[in-house]
């Protein structure tokens, strides 16, 4: 299976999520916080940003390293074409 995020501009959560399970992917962690993500479906769309960076914690992620991969937004520009690719094939 090969993931690409197609963050809806209507989900007010959708890009810091695709930039979360990004962070996660840094650390191996890709799939367990997709999986995070969605068991919390009913609550993500307002999730505090301090929210997802305690699901990292919880999924024994370095707190730091996610954190600061979150904050700089450093897998934007993947997420950006990931969207651009989908937008491009008609998605």
């Known amino acids: 299976i090969y993931y690409r995020h197609y963050?809806?501009?209507f989900h007010p959560k959708a890009v810091p999520l695709a930039l979360a399970s990004e962070c996660a992917n840094d650390q191996d962690a890709f799939w367990a916080m997709h999986d995070k993500i969605f068991e919390n479906a009913a609550?993500?769309?307002?999730?505090s940003d301090d929210t997802i960076k305690g699901w990292a914690v919880e999924l024994?992620?370095?707190a730091s390293s996610f954190n600061t991969c979150y904050d700089a937004?450093?897998?934007q520009a993947?997420?950006?074409e990931d969207?651009?690719?989908?937008?491009?094939?008609?998605v």
């Open 60 to 62: 024994g992620l370095d």
């Open 43 to 47: 609550t993500v769309a307002t999730a």
């Open 78 to 80: 993947k997420i950006d």
């Open 73 to 75: 937004k450093t897998h």
């Open 83 to 90: 969207f651009a690719a989908g937008g491009a094939v008609g």
């Open 7 to 9: 963050p809806l501009s």
